[in-house]
């Protein structure tokens, strides 16, 4: 009984550890989900998020990461 509580805690444990890693870039992305990137900051996590999620994919390529995590110009410097 007690092993088998042991490993339930351990489970626990690492179940909570890697909500907390997965929960961490997407919380660090959130200003930039609603317009794009907005520092190079932002395009640097937004990059290493889809890097990280679709990476290995054929349909989402790194040029297309790229594109969609460049860094947006504000709305005052639309250049007119």
């Given at each position: 009984m007690f092993s088998t509580t042991?490993?339930?805690?351990?489970?626990?444990?690492?179940?909570?550890?890697?909500?907390?890693l997965l929960a961490a870039p997407l919380l660090a992305a959130q200003p930039a989900a609603a317009d794009g990137p907005?520092?190079?900051?932002?395009?640097?996590?937004?990059?290493?998020l889809m890097t990280n999620l679709f990476g290995g994919s054929e349909r989402l390529g790194q040029q297309n990461i790229d594109a969609l995590c460049a860094v947006q110009q504000s709305a005052g410097s639309s250049g007119s």
């Open positions: 042991s490993r339930l805690k351990k489970f626990a444990a690492r179940a909570m550890c890697s909500a907390v907005r520092t190079p900051q932002e395009a640097a996590v937004c990059k290493g």
